[in-house]
């Protein structure tokens, strides 16, 4: 949609033209819309929501949001389950992992549901392998508030550490990466 918005296509949404706009300028704007929706889709989501041939892109995005803007109850419920069951299976490159968590609070913002930060952070946490479990505890019994981000970065820097010397990251690299010891050592 920002794309559209970019571009000056949000027009064939809504049909407010600008009063000089010919018919002709109409119906290619219309067309492109529909294309870069199209584009912007991947195959099997297409043929879901591609019904017919005289296909606009005002339709095809109602079909689009009736897909996937469902606020029902057991939409928001299953959407919350898949959250707090989440779990990262052995092997999995933390990236995906966090790409994976992020598609889930993507959802939970879509479905309108609202979780806090320390809430979200302690789910990452909590899906973690048992190999980042001091990284879990380091975080978990610090005495500040969590964020999503200091918890990635706590990861990412755990992962690069675990990746050249080979070992489980032990509790002081994540205060370190955390700052925590750097404000210890400055109050000392």
């Not at 912007?40 to 005002?58: F, M, Q, R, W």
């Not at 005495?143 to 050249?164: G, P």
Request: aromatic share 6%; with cysteine; charged share 30%.
């Amino acid at each position: 949609m920002a794309l559209l918005r970019r571009k000056g296509s949000i027009h064939a949404f809504n049909g407010k033209y600008p009063d000089n706009t010919l018919n002709s300028d109409k119906e290619k704007i219309e067309r492109d819309v529909l294309t870069v929706i199209q584009l912007s889709l991947t195959p099997n989501v297409l043929c879901e929501v591609s019904t017919s041939t005289d296909e606009t892109a005002k339709k095809l995005w109602k079909r689009l949001e009736g897909l996937y803007q469902d606020r029902s109850v057991t939409t928001r419920m299953l959407i919350q389950r898949r959250l707090h069951t989440f779990k990262m299976d052995s092997g999995t490159l933390l990236q995906d992992h966090l790409d994976a968590f992020n598609k889930f609070v993507m959802d939970l913002q879509t479905a309108r549901i609202k979780k806090d930060e320390g809430t979200l952070a302690c789910a990452l946490l909590f899906s973690l392998t048992s190999k980042y479990r001091d990284i879990e505890n380091s975080i978990m019994y610090s005495k500040e508030h969590i964020t999503i981000e200091q918890v990635r970065q706590t990861l990412y820097s755990c992962d690069v550490r675990m990746h050249f010397e080979g070992n489980k990251c032990d509790e002081t690299s994540g205060i370190f990466v955390r700052g925590l010891l750097a404000n210890r050592e400055g109050a000392n």
